[in-house]
């Protein structure tokens, strides 16, 4: 089998050079970055492919050693919203052309696209180009709608279309989970043979105890000695931040004591339907009484989210739909514990009762039940927060690099084995 030497990557509707936290930026930017890093490591050659949202980009940057972005025109640089790309894949798939069209035979090996808006365009290159296409969904439109947060908007039937067509189409689809591989097969009757399970990982360089919770304290400028259950991610319905103030009022109903010691940070900023109301957090803060409890902050770099999560008691993740939750196992790689929804990929995330506690529903009350937990016992956090740095040390992002590459190999193999028979069987009617 030959071996594989370069990745058409594609991540059509959020750059990889986007900051995590804004926009459509969240953890699909880190793990295209990151398995784009350790793919490199291990000799091969990554392509990024994303829209262009700005004039001035240099058409190709260099990520890092061995990692390309290129960066494609395809409508207005700005204001598209994520609903609005499906006009524009047309185009985009054009200038993925192009770009091929100037490499010599065979420049790529294979293609991996990321999200439904890009497997769109993986398809039609991979046909083009006569090589495998390898699909990761991140998330399904079906399973999203199945748990809509109240005031979110369902996605539309064309996503539904689009993931349904790439479900067939794809020579490999990569879940997160198994529990993911088996919501493709129960909301879109896919193959499981040609589905594997690839946990995404967590940049244990980056996120890791050091110093320890005063530290981190002291370079963000939090009082030692607060309860800090914190929030970080994409503020939208969907991740399930109006539970996280929901359960703090609660909280502070049941021990109104806590309020000289009560922060909650949230990290983050507005995203998809959380958009159309940007300032919907802080008015329901204010309504709940807690507004001077709530810090709200921007989006920040991954070497500062780090701190944050040392910072923390506790990380609250009440989201209504995760295909992992990666900011859950990188919290728990800060030594932090964590107090998840128990939806999507979280339950593989963390470990109920050894790393955190996993909540059914979204209920506050129940979530104010386990925070309550954090704020009797100061022994808590160390506790599971040791659990957790250890339990994290099984999500590498080296390990997944190394499954997916297996992933690739795999689909190359059956392609070419899959193509040498079309050959020979049309050699065979053209004798007779």
Known sequence: ???IRRVALISLHTSPLHQPGTGDAGGMNVYVVELSRQLARLGIEVEIFTRATAGALDPTVELLPGVLVRHID???Y????KEELPAQLCEFSHGVMQVWAGQRPGYFDLVHSHYWLSGQVGWLAAE???VPLVHAMHTMAKVKNASLASGDTPEPAVRILGETHLVRSADRLIANTAEEA???????????SRTAVVHPGVNLDRFHPADGRGAARARLGLPPNALIPLFTGRIQPLKGPDVLLHAVRELLDRDPALRDRLLVPVVGGPSGSGLARPERMQKLAARLGIADLVRFRPPV???QLADWYRAA???????HSESFGLVAAEAQACGTPVIAAAVGGLPVAVRDRVTGY???GHDPVDYARALARFAADPTLTPRLGAAAARHAHHFGWAATAADTLAVYRSAVEDHRAHTLRARALAAVRSQT
Not at 78 to 81: D, F, P, Q, T, V
Request: proline share 8%; net charge negative; no cysteine.
């Open 313 to 319: 008691d506790v990380l609250m993740v009440p989201s």
């Open 128 to 130: 083009r180009w006569g």
């Open 78 to 81: 700005e204001g598209l919203s």
């Open 301 to 303: 770099s991954q070497a």
């Open 358 to 360: 996993l909540i059914d």
């Open 74 to 76: 395809a409508g207005p």
């Open 182 to 192: 088996a919501e493709l097969v129960r909301h879109y009757d896919s193959d499981p």
């Open 1 to 3: 089998m030959r071996h």
